[in-house]
Structure formats: structure tokens, C-alpha cells
């Protein structure tokens, strides 16, 4: 099954400021989610996000983060004033038919 | 609390049958996953449980006993590009998965 697609595939920023991470779904799936990865470390559940509302959420998943589908295609997860520790992989994933999670390629996210 | 624990390295040769282990603790159990992850890639699926039992797809095998709170992959006739990191993974009711530390895994010629 094709997995998702997100954008960009590295942002680099400067602490405090604001940055959008897009998932873009190949097809109308339901469930995403979105996971970080900081380097050398395992993969972190941040949020699951089913038919536009958020289901489920993890300790790290804080108000400084935000999650969206704006224009019922793109699902985009916010980070409102970035930190030094904010730098790690972002994956996006969304459940398939047998509810096996694909993940897409994920976004490296550099806060200077 | 939830935790997955598994071996932080395992090596092996070319053709040979590696075993990593998962052992896990959770209030909530819907299935156990095995994800692969290169250097640098995104985690792709290898393998899920819900149930007991044994689950065979081409070389790789899952494993899981529900009452051990016990699961292993296993990986047959290996090969140099099977090196990588394994990760286990539990889902819980939103189907969000946690991870464990991953099992780097060097296959050696």
C-alpha cells in the first residue's frame, strides 16, 4: 500500500519561531498519526487524529503543538514556538485497510 | 506505565536465523508490531500479532504469547541489506503505537 507523503523533507529554524509540518495522504484515509524520532533515540507517539478530531495524545503532545486538516486533504502538525529539544524526525503514518500503520517519509526538523 | 523491552544489539552472519526479543508491559493490550527501520528511513511495517501464536511472512516470523507478555521476530537466511534497527510496537485503543528502544541489527558476511 502507498504510504503518505509529507513536506518539507528537512526544515531548519530558529528557536521560538513557528513551523508547520505537512502530511499529505495519497488517499481519503481516516486515521493518521503523528510520531517523532530525536536522533539515536526510538520512534514517539505524539497524536492520532480520526475523521477531523483528535483521538488520542501523548505527554509530549503539549499546547505548544497543534494538529490540523485545513483543507480536508493536507494534515499538518504545528509546533507554535519551537525549541532546541523540538529537533528530531517527524513522521507521519496513517492506518491502512488491515489497520497496519504507514509511515511516510518523515520531515528532519533542525531548531538552531 | 508502558514499556517494551528489547535487546539493544544482536549480530549475525549472512544465512543465518537471528531471534530479537520483546517483552512488555502495558494496561491495555490490542497487538504487537514489528517495524524495520534503516538508517536514516522511515519505519516500515514487517509483521503484527493480536493474537498467540506464529506469524509467517516470506523470512521474517512473528511470535507472541499474551500470557508471557512475550513476543519475538525472527528473521531467516539473512542477508547483508537486513541490517538495520527492529522495533517493536504495542497498540493501544486509539491505535497509537509505543515503541521500544529498537535492536540494531548487523548481519556480517
Known amino acids: 500500500e502507498p504510504e503518505v507523503t509529507q513536506t518539507p523533507s528537512h526544515q531548519v529554524t530558529q528557536m521560538g519561531q513557528e513551523v508547520i509540518l505537512r502530511c499529505v495522504p495519497i488517499s481519503n484515509h481516516l486515521y493518521f498519526y503523528w510520531y517523532r524520532q530525536i536522533l539515536g533515540q526510538k520512534v514517539e507517539f505524539l497524536v492520532s487524529f480520526y475523521n477531523n478530531e483528535i483521538s488520542e495524545k501523548s505527554e509530549i503532545f503539549d499546547d505548544q503543538f497543534s494538529v490540523e486538516r485545513p483543507d480536508g486533504s493536507n494534515f499538518t502538525l504545528k509546533i507554535r514556538s519551537t525549541k532546541l529539544e523540538d529537533s528530531a524526525m517527524y513522521f507521519c503514518?496513517?492506518?491502512?485497510?488491515?489497520?497496519?500503520?504507514?509511515f511516510g517519509p518523515g520531515t528532519r526538523l533542525t531548531v538552531l | 506505565g508502558q514499556s517494551l523491552e528489547q535487546p539493544s544489539e544482536v549480530t549475525a552472519v549472512e544465512g543465518a536465523i537471528v531471534q530479537i526479543n520483546c517483552t512488555y508491559q502495558t494496561s491495555g493490550f490490542y497487538g504487537l508490531s514489528w517495524y524495520q527501520q534503516h538508517d536514516g528511513g522511515a519505519p516500515t511495517f514487517l509483521s503484527y500479532?493480536?493474537?498467540?501464536g506464529l506469524e509467517e511472512t516470506g523470512r521474517f516470523s512473528s511470535f507472541l504469547s499474551r500470557s508471557d507478555s512475550y513476543g519475538y521476530l525472527l528473521l531467516q537466511e539473512l542477508q547483508m541489506k537486513d541490517s538495520a534497527s527492529y522495533f517493536c510496537a504495542h497498540e493501544g485503543s486509539a491505535r497509537q503505537l509505543t515503541f521500544g528502544s529498537g535492536t540494531q541489527l548487523t548481519v556480517l558476511p
Open positions: 500479532n493480536a493474537l498467540d
Open positions: 503514518a496513517r492506518t491502512g485497510s488491515t489497520d497496519t500503520q504507514y
